[in-house]
């Protein structure tokens, strides 16, 4: 049963606002992490590797122990899970600026992601408060902060150490998760009564609960693949853009607004978008924003320009703003209330392995072949994944809603 008593209007912006940044905080680290490895004293070949294991450890973390956190916030409610994380990912983030060395980086990194979860957790708040019919669009704005945050956030990261000096990212990111943490404590209200250890449901008996589960477990395959492609393109976006460009000048400037041309698309789209699957079906909107992501996916192995790269980029994130929303409200429309933060912590998982996966797929692919293989191999990924939903979908093309 759905709690409506609590404004959950509010909710939404303070979750917007706080899955923004902490999105951002996983990803903006990427553009200077080997520059602040360097500055930690390690040098040769093993910049490279710490760096990488510095920006991975907190995804791979995070996506380990979210199923813990979302019994927990099943158990104690989803607010003091938010709360919860935003803390220590304040202290986490602030620390950086302090560390002494690469050890004491790569265990704030981890200890990041460990304590992480408000992201899934103010998903399944949403979820749990907001009417059924608006919750494609209340889903689709809120997605719109990850999507945004993880896209956006290299670029803020990049041109924010490049004027205040790489400490000071950290210092002025955790006090922005700290107004997160004071926001969600004095705004967010959550209706919530506490469960007995003994009276919770084990995750067993929320999977049988699922109004249907080849749905559920093809909507977490899906995740993960979406997080892969978006995220296989990372590790060698600037050196494709540096080919194209076929010199080095104002390098950076040109790829932050190309990285951040999905998010701002996105961020445009997903209220919207959210809307008209509220209206079709979230399952249509999936196979509608697959089918135009592969058309778009697939010419960017071909461009002869950053402008044509960047053009590209900009209308994918119209079919960005359509997936991860749906994904969100069929996942909130066939989950027993009981069980949804264990559930959104489950699809958490998956989208943080694909953030993993994603970065070491496209590096081994521009390695090994080029960087336009990266571009076909994703697009081929996006095709898989609109195979996989036709067929996951395939008893559900003619009714609206999977849930009835």
């Known amino acids: 049963m759905r709690v409506m008593s609590v404004n959950w209007k509010r909710n939404l912006f303070v979750a917007w606002f706080g899955s923004f940044f902490t999105s951002a905080s996983f990803s903006l680290v990427m553009p200077f992490m080997a520059l602040y490895v360097e500055k930690l004293g390690v040098r040769g070949a ?13 995804a791979l973390a995070s996506g380990l122990v979210a199923p813990i956190w979302g019994r927990l916030a099943d158990q104690h409610g989803r607010r003091v899970m938010m709360i919860r994380a935003s803390v ?3 202290f986490t983030m602030s620390a950086l600026a302090f560390v002494p060395n690469v050890w004491w980086l790569l265990l704030m990194r981890l200890l990041n992601g460990l304590f992480s979860g408000y992201i899934p957790n103010s998903t399944a708040l949403i979820a749990s408060q907001v009417p059924k019919e608006k ?3 209340a889903l689709g704005t809120l997605s719109t902060g990850m999507v945004a945050g993880g896209l956006i956030g290299p670029s803020l990261g990049g041109f924010t150490a490049q004027v205040v000096g790489m400490e000071n990212v950290f210092l002025i990111t955790g006090g922005i998760l700290l107004l997160v943490t004071l926001l969600t404590i004095f705004m967010v209200k959550e209706d919530f009564t506490p469960v007995e250890k003994a009276d919770m449901l084990t995750t067993r008996e929320i999977l049988a609960r699922v109004k249907n589960r080849q749905i559920l477990f093809g909507l977490f395959i ?4 979406l997080q892969m492609t978006v995220q296989s393109i990372a590790p060698i976006l600037t050196l494709y853009i540096r080919e194209l460009n076929g010199h080095s000048g104002n390098l950076m400037t040109i790829s932050g607004f190309i990285v951040s041309a999905v998010g701002l698309s996105a961020m445009m789209s997903s209220g919207t978008l959210g809307k008209i699957g509220d209206k079709i079906g979230s399952h249509r909107l999936i196979l509608i924003g697959l089918s135009y992501s592969f058309l778009i996916y697939l010419p ?10 960047g053009i590209l980029r900009f209308m994918l ?9 749906s994904v969100n409200s069929l996942l909130s429309k066939i989950t027993p209330p009981e069980g949804i933060s264990r559930v959104f912590s489950f699809n958490q998982m998956f989208n943080n392995f694909g953030q993993v996966a994603g ?6 692919i521009a390695g090994y072949i080029s960087y336009r293989a990266v571009f076909i191999t994703t697009s081929l990924f996006v095709l898989f994944n609109l195979f996989w939903s036709l067929f996951n979908f395939r008893k559900f093309l003619g009714v609206r809603n999977i849930a009835n």
Do not use: C
């Open 222 to 225: 899906t995740s993960f693949i």
């Open 88 to 90: 220590v990912m304040t």
């Open 300 to 309: 960017m192995a071909f461009v002869k320009t950053p402008l044509q790269l």
């Open 46 to 58: 093993s910049v490279e590797l710490f760096a990488g294991l510095a920006v991975a450890i907190s």
């Open 359 to 364: 970065p070491l797929l496209g590096s081994a």
């Open 135 to 137: 919750s494609g669009y």
């Open 317 to 325: 994130g119209f079919g960005s703003g359509a997936l991860m929303p």
